[in-house]
């Protein structure tokens, strides 16, 4: 059944169509990392990419560093963001995680890093890693794939987006994972989103309070430690939603 059928029938039922992040009318809420290579190979990625440095990691790169130095970091779901390559600068170890293969070459192609890739003790795994000397490397797998012995421990978390990016109904394994992979004293430095996704179809997918009690809240301790008014013309042509507010979280292990 094509797509437009299918969402013909749909509104004959009462289904609502949403617009997603991507600009159409599929169903993303359940994102597979076949659907993600699809739109990374449809170069539908670019409306997560930040033509800059995440302004909320640079805010708070203190809190999450404590003034320490080669500390070595975690970024999930990590895309080509810029974020990976202002960290290494800073002298950090950065680990990334992303299921595509054409993010992690762009990413090392685009930075102007020269880079080998490995297999992974994964099926279908690859681990992407600088052949210079630059002490950064890229997991490329399903997130959920991942373990502690094949990641060890880490001193910061970033989460720039992958939290609000993957199914809501997966939340709390993710948060079981990342508390697997934090140092007694890691600071996880997580971005968040609300939003109604009973208009816009994500991702990102809105992240109350509540969601971050559930998923990390058994091992963690957390704040909430900035709010902004995140709404633009995106949000008000585009989406039709009446208020978009980041949310950025600060958490450590109890």
Not at 51 to 79: D, T, W, Y
Not at 218 to 233: E, N, P, V
Request: proline residues 4%; contains cysteine; aromatic residues 12%.
């Amino acid at each position: 059944m094509s797509e437009n059928i299918s969402i013909e029938l749909n509104i004959s039922k009462g289904y609502k169509r949403r617009i997603n992040q991507f600009g159409d009318y599929r169903d993303v809420t359940n994102m597979s990392v076949d659907d993600w290579n699809e739109r990374w190979n449809l170069e539908q990625i670019n409306v997560f990419h930040m033509p800059c440095v995440n302004p909320m990691l640079v805010k708070h790169s203190e809190k999450l560093l404590a003034g320490k130095e080669r500390q070595r970091i975690f970024i999930p779901l990590c895309g080509k963001s810029l974020d990976l390559k202002w960290l290494l600068d800073k002298g950090h170890t950065v680990i990334g995680n992303e299921c595509s293969d054409l993010g992690c070459r762009q990413f090392f192609q685009e930075q102007g890093i020269p880079y080998t890739a490995e297999p992974l003790p994964i099926e279908d795994g690859l681990k992407y890693k600088a052949t210079d000397g630059s002490r950064i490397e890229l997991f490329r797998c399903d997130f959920f794939q991942l373990n502690k012995s094949m990641l060890g421990e880490f001193d910061c978390i970033w989460d720039r987006g992958s939290f609000v990016a993957i199914p809501v109904k997966d939340r709390q394994r993710y948060g079981q994972l990342i508390c697997q992979v934090m140092k007694p004293t890691c600071r996880y430095l997580l971005d968040t989103f609300r939003v109604d996704n009973s208009v816009y179809g994500g991702p990102p997918f809105d992240c109350p309070e509540s969601d971050v009690v559930k998923s990390f809240g058994h091992r963690c301790k957390f704040q909430l430690i900035d709010t902004r008014d995140a709404y633009g013309k995106v949000q008000r042509e585009q989406w039709g939603v009446k208020s978009f507010t980041e949310e950025v979280y600060l958490m450590q292990l109890r």
